[in-house]
């Protein structure tokens, strides 16, 4: 018998309200009736969001507890709270029966279905908690909060809390994970990336696929990654769930939700340097990391403080970047669309990249000559002073900018948006940056542009200030001391050794008058840097000069 064609329906009491419960298809309703039988509210839930149906009175919150009793059961399920139904709660409902079997007949029947409609759901998680990020709550948060609601939903998960940097990235391209369903990491956006090259690169791995070669279309990943938040920002989750909420991620990981995501291979030459999901950005944004790294201690505050030293700099940087533009009729960055969920952009462009197909081995062929026949088109180049050059695949959003860096960028469609912002007055850049704390348009400038793009790329105009050597130097001090960021390189010759001496003297007294004007003026008092640094989902990257190309997972 075919599930959309059973139908179970009975008179069952909450509390001292009757109700008549119905299973039929894709819901389970029940609706509440007087003593005439006349109906009045009914609650409706789709099967593919029922958590767990469970024999007797069953509570998990605020701990566990269950009672058998003979004809109840319990019904929990996803509810939607507020903010355009994007917060979800665990929902219960006990419902008492007239007798114990009608009780275990719409247990099974529940349980049935939930098999029947249900089978995309995880039932193996490897779970990496970063305990440092954010506020440090991260294991709190999971044992607390997210691991009741796997017990309840019958998940068994493997938790690793990880002690260092690229533990979990260490971990997934070494380790057996056959059994495995999906991969969790309950952090923030840098727990998130760890997970992300990981799950990239063993599936490139065990497909003999090289990832630096930027024009090769990459093995989808049947690995899926979900995310508990616990961050800072929390961007990666925010922009896609909608929400910073932890039981909201983790009921969309019980029910099986995904969501694919477009990924930027950074590259520098034939070498791969990162993916990148948020943002890929220079000037700014970049000085506002480099600059954060001195004031770790101070917590998430360091960005607050960071980036207010950085615009009081007034800083911009020369650069040529060249993008290869996606096509203006199927999207734009400057329509008012918001992607979501089903949204009909990703959807068709899913459809153009990964056609169906009755195999894997059938679907990457199809990949591979798809991206081949289709013809690139002509790259644009453009020249200028900017004061910060930004990529995003998302629209990088989060709390304290709702609408993000890019409000129309598309989740999946296999684009990016590229923001190009250029050279203005400190008043006006002002307006640039408090423009993404608000609802206001801030493309609609002057001196920012933006475009949708499948590829870009960066390099510095060759009059600049810096040959090649000198600019790997300037970037590699900034890594290893960011204080080096404000500091300019100085230079002298070693030919004789009074000269080398004095030179060495006057060196010394302009580094110890340059701390003194850095203790009471910050990095604002030191001569600007001839180039900056790119910020890669809150990581420097190595090169100034690089290559990013979108891809679709």
């Known amino acids: 018998m075919e599930i959309e064609s059973v139908r179970v329906e009975s008179s069952v009491w909450v509390g001292k309200k009757r109700f008549r419960a119905l299973l039929s298809g894709w819901y389970f309703s029940w609706t509440e009736l007087d003593k005439k039988n006349r109906e009045k509210k009914t609650i409706s839930v789709p099967i593919g969001e029922v958590v767990a149906v469970a024999e007797g009175r069953v509570e998990i919150q605020p701990q566990k507890k269950a009672e058998d009793t003979d004809r109840d059961f319990t019904l929990f399920y996803v509810k939607r709270r507020s903010s355009g139904g994007r917060i979800w709660t665990l929902g219960r409902t006990q419902f008492c029966c007239p007798s114990r079997d009608l009780r275990d007949q719409w247990v099974a029947q529940l349980k049935t279905a939930l098999k029947t409609h ?3 759901r995880p039932h193996r998680l490897l779970v990496f908690i970063n305990p440092y990020g954010g506020k440090k709550r991260g294991k709190e948060i999971y044992l607390s909060l997210v691991a009741p609601l796997f017990e309840l939903a019958g998940i068994s998960s493997h938790v690793v809390v990880t002690e260092r940097a690229n533990q979990a990235r260490d971990h ?5 994970l056959t059994g495995f369903d999906g991969v969790i990491c309950v952090g923030g956006d840098g727990m998130f990336s760890e997970l992300l ?9 065990e497909a003999g696929i090289s990832e630096h070669d930027p024009t090769v279309m990459l093995q989808p990943c049947d690995l899926h990654i979900g995310i508990i938040p616990a961050g800072s920002t929390d961007c990666v989750c925010f922009a896609t769930v909608g929400v910073n909420d932890p039981v909201t991620s983790a009921l969309h990981i019980v029910i099986g939700d995904s969501q694919p995501l477009d990924v930027c291979s950074v590259h520098h030459q034939s070498t791969l340097v990162r993916y990148s999901v948020s943002l890929v950005g220079y000037g700014f944004y970049g000085d506002v990391l480099a600059e954060s790294e001195r004031h770790r201690w101070m917590g998430p505050l360091r960005y607050d403080y960071s980036g207010c030293l950085v ?19 199927i999207s734009s960055p400057r329509d008012s669309t918001r992607c979501l969920s089903g949204c009909r952009v990703c959807s068709e462009s899913t459809e153009r990249l990964f056609p169906h197909s009755d195999s894997c081995s059938s679907l990457y062929s199809r990949q591979l000559s798809q991206y081949s026949i289709e013809s690139e088109g002509e790259w644009i180049s453009v020249e200028g002073r900017f004061r910060c050059v930004s990529l995003t695949c998302i629209s990088s959003s989060c709390p304290r900018s709702p609408k993000g860096l890019s409000p129309s960028a598309h989740l999946a469609d296999g684009t990016g948006d590229l923001i190009l912002v250029r050279d203005t007055n400190p008043l006006g850049f ?19 542009e933006v475009h949708r793009v499948k590829a870009v790329r960066f390099s510095l105009p060759p009059d600049g200030d810096y040959d090649d050597e000198e600019r790997e130097q300037s970037i590699s001090e900034v890594l290893e001391d960011p204080e080096k960021l404000c500091e300019s390189d100085i230079e002298f010759s070693k030919d004789g050794s009074q000269q080398y001496l004095a030179e060495r003297q006057k060196e010394q007294e302009m580094k110890d008058e340059r701390k003194k004007r850095e203790f009471f003026c910050g990095p604002c008092c030191s001569k600007p840097p001839a180039v900056s640094v790119w910020n890669c989902d809150g990581e420097i990257l190595p090169y100034t000069e690089i290559s990013c190309r979108f891809k679709y997972f």
């Open 197 to 205: 090259h990981g799950v990239i690169g063993r599936t490139q791995q």
């Open 118 to 120: 249900c089978s995309s």
């Open 311 to 329: 615009y009081l700099c007034n800083r911009s940087y020369r650069g040529i970047v060249q993008y290869l533009p996606a096509d203006p009729q």
């Open 172 to 176: 997934i391209l070494k380790k057996d």
């Open 430 to 448: 002002l307006t640039y940056l408090h423009r993404h704390t608000t609802t206001q348009d801030q493309f609609d400038l002057p001196f920012v």
